[in-house]
Each structure stands twice: as C-alpha cells, then as structure tokens.
C-alpha cells in the first residue's frame, strides 16, 4: 500500500475534513432543495403548470426554510440537538438582516452558534444543583440565542450579504465573459481529491439556489455535477484501459452515468494523474456548451446521474444540458484515449509484473493460514485481534461509493455463507466505537484511522472490485470456523 509522508498528509486530512464539514450541512437536505427545484418548475410563471396561489411556497422555503435547515444540520453536526436549536434562532437574524436568501449566512452563523453554546455549557457544567438543570439549560440557550439573533442581525448579516453579492458578483463577470470554463482548472483536479461534495454542496449549490432564484435556472449546478467527463474516460479505459481497470470500466459507466456515483471514477484518474488534463478538457467544453446556450438547472441534480440531471434541467435548456453531457463525454474520451494509447505498452509491461495501481493488490498474500492470520497482516493496514461481527464502509459523504462498496462485500458474504455480520455504510465523521473493521479508499483511510482508531481498517483503491474484499471474507471465514 503506498503511502506519503505526514505533512503532506496532515494537510490533504485537514482539507478534506473542512470540506467535509461544508457539504455535511447541506447533503443531509437535498431532499428539500430537490422539493424547492419541483415546486418552483411547476408553479411558477414560467413554469410546466403556473399556479399563482401555489407559487406562494417557493418564497418562503428559499428564504426560510432552506437556510434555517442548513443552519439546524450544522448546528447538530457541533453540538447535537441543543446546537441545533441555537443555529437555528441566530440563523434568524441574518434572515430578516438581509434581502437575498442566506445560505452562506447560515453556513457561518450555524456551527458558529452551535459551538457558543457548547463553550457555555462548559463553563458551568457540573456545578448546576440538582433540580436546576433543566432551568438552566433552557434559559442559557434561550439568552445565548436571544443574544446571537440580534448579533447576527445587526453585526453579521450586512457582511455576509456584501461577501455573498461579491461572490454571486463573482460568478456572473465569469459567466458573461465567458471565462467561467477556467473554474475546471480547480474542479476537476478536487473532485478526485475526493472534495467533490465540498465543491458541489458546500460551494457551488448555495451560489446556483441564489442565481435559480432569481433567473429560473443556475449554470453552477452543473459544474460539478455533469457526468459526461466521467463518462468519457471510463469509455477511454473501457476501449484502451489494459487489465481489471479495463474489465471494470464498463460497469463503472452504469454506476456513475446512471448511479451518478462519480466516486467510482476517481481511482481510474489517480492511477494515472495525467489523466486529470482529460477531466479538466471535458468539464471545460460542457460548461463552454452551457454558456453558448445559456441553459441551466433549476435545482441542484444530486446525485449527478443523468435522469436527475434531466429532472432538474430548466424547460428552455435540454439541448444545451444534453450536448454539454456528450461534447464534455466527447473531450475527455478524446484526451484520455490518447494518454492511454500512448502508454499502453508500459502499463501492459506493468500488468504482467504486477505494478498494475489496480492489479498489485492481487500479488500480495492472500493464503490465511487457520484463524491466526488478521486483515492487518494481509493487507498492510492497522490491526487488532478484534473477532470481526461489524464491517463499515465509510466515504467522504456516506451515501454514493460506501453504499456500493458495502452492497457488494454483503453479497459476498451471504455467497460464503458467512452468517452474523453486519455491513454498513456511512460518513467518516459519522463513524464511532461500534465499527470491528472500516473499509475506505486509499485516500481517505487516514481520516478514518483518525475518527475510528480502535478499529482494523483496509484501503481499497477500486470500490467496485477490490481483491481485497475476497481476503476480507476469507478472513472472517477463518474467525468464525
């Protein structure tokens, strides 16, 4: 298993945890932004059936109940329930404070609020008489709140609405003058960083939902979310790719096309880096092919399958929305066929020595020897003797290659005939005490060991396939024979 030295480390680490925690506010109610996205393409003028009297609720839900759900999530994710409660009445201050909708304030005021009132309930935690507790928690919060609202009105509303109309500003110069196309020079190399949701949910929605607001429809949705790049190189791996990255492509096209788990694609690119000037060529030419045809989403297309893409496209947009999905498919395909033709030889050399980046883990020992031998000791991981009863896989949001990683080693269980476990999946800030093994890819195992230090902990390049989930079975096989 490869692995970099801590520095380097420690700050990929602290950059996916902030962006973690960016998108951990807003994943969690995409249902509602989804619901938002329907209502407003039924109701409203413009919309598939106008209804005036309906299109009261597309109002108050953005300037309501959008930012005060991100603000009650960030809140929990702080300081549980009674953060949540406190995000929630500051986040009210920046609401009424302003006039456009306040997503970003509340991605500020939220955690901000949330970790107040746990510094509070430090202060005096413990020394509360009996009898009092409930008194004094309700009344602290009530003040804390009552305090944080006005703060927030008066003192932190006015300048998150001047660094959101900078922002939104910002967005719209590189819109017009056609230079918003250079935005794939950062996306695309974060996205398989694994700082896709960050990119998507923590940055890009809350900037589309104010622009959709106000045109109808937002460019920024399908930034990040459009599947044809990922699409184009999977079809380049799946016509020139030599070895299992060639044999698994084609499914990873279903999963990530029609899935919209774009997750499944990521190892593809870090096994090749060069590979990243494709993405970059495809996401380029669809948001190029948006800007020609001015066309957009009304909502934020999560996961970025293509039905849910179609789904939210604005009525005027579908032939820009479909062409940028081929012609970005068309650009990446294009570049990635070259960069693998051109080393084919070399990585056929690869494949038969076994540096294949998808093959080398099929190399290593995979023989258990009785009930002796530990996952630690196969694959090169952290170990403990711990008989093994529940298996999580963890991913950066908790929802899209975890859930397919863990749907797949649950078959291969029950084919085994391996009876008691238990396989989940969730977000690797989510993971507690009650994991026997966590299950991750390469590049986000570092995190998990951090969160989850008790457990074993297997890094998988390829969630789909790994040879690591056979020694897995293998070895709770052995423990419980």
């Known amino acids: 298993m490869t692995t970099t ?49 309906l299109e009261a609720l597309v109002g108050p839900m953005i300037v309501y109940l959008l930012p005060l759900l991100i603000a009650n999530t960030a809140g929990r994710m702080v300081y549980g329930t009674r953060g949540g409660v406190v995000a929630s009445i500051a986040t009210m201050g920046v609401i009424v404070g302003t006039t456009i909708p306040m997503f970003l304030g509340a991605m500020i005021v939220g955690p901000l609020a949330a970790w107040l009132m746990k510094k509070v309930d430090n202060l005096w935690a413990g020394k509360i008489r009996a009898g009092f507790e409930m008194l004094v928690d309700n009344f602290s919060a009530g003040i804390l709140g009552f305090g944080l609202a006005l703060g927030a009105f008066f003192g932190i509303a006015p300048v998150v609405t001047v660094l959101s109309d900078a922002l939104g500003a910002g967005a719209k110069f590189l819109t017009e003058t056609g230079l918003l196309p250079l935005a794939s020079l950062v996306i695309e190399p974060g996205k398989v960083l694994f700082l896709n949701n960050a990119i998507n949910q923590g940055v890009l929605t809350p900037l589309g939902i104010q622009e959709a607001a106000d045109t109808g429809k937002s460019i920024l949705f399908l930034l990040e979310a459009n599947p044809g790049p990922g699409l184009g190189l999977l079809l380049a791996f799946t016509f020139f790719g030599v070895g299992i990255a060639r044999a698994t492509a084609p499914g990873a096209i279903i999963i990530h096309f029609l899935g919209g788990i774009h997750e499944i694609y990521f190892p593809y690119v870090l096994m090749k880096p060069l590979l990243i000037v494709a993405m970059i060529a495809g996401g380029m030419t669809g948001i190029t092919t948006n800007l020609i045809f001015e066309s957009g989403l009304r909502a934020p297309a999560s996961p970025g399958s ?122 690797i800030t989510n993971l507690d005490e009650t994991a026997d093994l966590v299950i991750t890819h390469q590049d986000l195992t570092a995190r998990a060991q951090s969160q989850a230090p008790h457990a074993e902990h297997v890094s998988v390049e390829n969630f789909m396939n790994s040879p690591q989930y056979g020694m897995v079975v293998e070895h709770i096989k052995a423990q419980q024979s």
């Not at 995979?366 to 000791?377: C, Y």
Request: aromatic fraction near 8%; charge should be positive; charged fraction near 15%.
């Open 5 to 53: 030295s801590a520095p380097r480390t420690s700050a990929r680490v602290r950059v996916q945890r902030f962006g973690t925690f960016l998108s951990g506010m807003i994943m969690p109610n995409i249902a509602a932004f989804i619901a938002w996205g329907f209502i407003t393409a039924f109701f409203i003028p413009t919309g598939w059936t106008p209804n005036a009297t």
């Open 306 to 427: 293509i039905f849910a893409i179609l789904i939210q496209t604005a009525s005027d947009s579908y032939v820009g929305v479909i062409l940028s999905v081929i012609l970005s498919a068309a650009a990446s395909f294009l570049v990635a066929a070259v960069i693998l033709r051109a080393s084919r030889k070399r990585d056929l050399e690869a494949l038969e020595s076994g540096a294949d980046g998808f093959t080398n883990a099929v190399s290593q020992n995979a023989t258990l020897k009785g009930g002796e031998s530990r996952v630690g000791d196969l694959l090169g991981t952290t170990s403990t003797a711990t008989k093994i009863s529940t298996v999580v896989f963890a991913c950066d949001a908790g929802m899209g290659s975890s859930a397919m990683g863990a749907t797949v080693l649950r078959k291969m269980l029950k084919d085994a005939g391996v009876e008691g476990v238990t396989v989940t999946n969730k977000a």
